[in-house]
């Protein structure tokens, strides 16, 4: 069966939830500074990116993240991590090939119905995995964001701020009841409602969902989305419209070099001046408009982008980030502009 292609979406309202395991589930974090120098690329590239982490946990052979889109896709943002972790890896254990098993599996999340569940599910992995002994040791605990949340450990680049307002406007009152919250969730233990399945869920599971098939009450589930009916609903239209305008756009003859002609006609530049390097303001601007239009409305890789431009892969992302708040600042759109 081919793979599905993953959802994702920028904007405040998206989360995503990644969890990867080591190739022969051995250990992708062998000591310390292993996790150490995993949390140093994530600080890096959620900087970067612009992308928001609410919750994180390592284990010695998997991790999870809780993190809302921002400048770039989800995806990018992962090749990256994963990458420059690999890297590091291999150099340091002295060993060749590929780090990890499997794809990593992305979520999108109901915010509103999941995000402190999903946040208390993922800080108490520690615990599950008896990786250490107690609640008390999780508030102190280096490797997972609860202990941030507490204020016991200190980073920048994870938000806490957002998850405790939750609870309460004022600090202290705020991480008492988070607390709180996550102790109770220790009795529930593995929550495999939690990783995804859309409809499925909220349906009562797959006995319930078969049910209703026999009375033809049929509905969609979605082992990419962790929501309710509405929401799984809406997302899967949205990823449909995104399917359908891409393939209208190429089925009209769409494709990476009319949209360079597009990027000359609207900035007022020669075609030879989108494709050229330099860092002349005018062609920065080409290209990071380039880079946007390709990867947002054809749906190109930032692999193929930098093919095409002879650049590396993280400067595409970060042109088509630049493209796409030079789009919104003047208006500019593929299709419709004069």
């Known amino acids: 069966m081919p793979r599905r292609s993953r959802i994702d979406a920028p904007g405040a309202l998206h989360h995503i939830i990644i969890i990867i395991r080591g190739i022969e589930r051995k250990a992708i974090f062998k000591d310390d500074a292993d996790k150490d120098n995993f949390l140093e690329h994530l600080k890096n590239i959620l900087t970067d990116s612009n992308t928001s982490c609410f919750a994180w946990a390592l284990i010695p052979n998997h991790f999870h993240l809780l993190l809302r889109t921002g400048r770039v896709p989800i995806s990018t943002v992962m090749r990256r991590l994963l990458t420059g972790y690999a890297m590091y890896f291999n150099r340091k254990h002295n060993r ?4 990890f098993q499997n794809r990593y599996k992305s979520i999108l999340c109901q915010e509103d119905a999941y995000m402190l569940e999903l946040v208390r ?4 992995n520690p615990l599950r995995a008896k990786t250490i002994p107690d609640l008390k040791f999780l508030d102190k605990y280096t490797y997972s964001g609860h202990a941030v949340i507490m204020g016991k450990k200190k980073n920048n680049w994870q938000d806490t701020d957002y998850v405790l307002k939750l609870f309460n406007s004022k600090l202290s009152l705020a991480r008492r009841r988070y607390r709180k919250y996550v102790k109770k969730g220790i009795s529930e233990g593995e929550r495999p409602d939690l990783i995804g399945g859309g409809l499925v869920r909220s349906a009562g599971g797959w006995d319930a969902l078969k049910g209703l098939r026999k009375i033809k009450a049929y509905m969609k589930g979605d082992e990419r989305i962790l929501g309710d009916s509405d929401f799984v609903e ?5 990823c449909q419209d995104k399917f359908d305008r891409k393939y209208l756009l190429k089925s009209g003859g769409h494709d990476f070099y009319t949209v360079v002609d597009r990027v000359a006609k609207v900035l007022g530049i020669n075609r030879s001046e989108v494709l050229s390097s330099g860092r002349q303001p005018h062609k920065v601007h080409a290209r990071s408009l380039l880079c946007f239009w ?3 409305e054809l749906g190109m890789s930032m692999v193929q982008l930098s093919k095409h431009l002879k650049i590396s892969q993280p400067t595409a992302s970060q042109s088509a980030t630049r493209g796409e708040k030079i789009a919104k600042e003047n208006k500019l759109k593929l299709l419709n502009n004069k």
Do not use: D
């Open 96 to 99: 060749v090939g590929h780090l």
């Open 121 to 124: 599910y993922i800080h108490l």
């Open 234 to 238: 809406t997302v899967l239209k949205a």
């Open 294 to 296: 390709a990867s947002r």
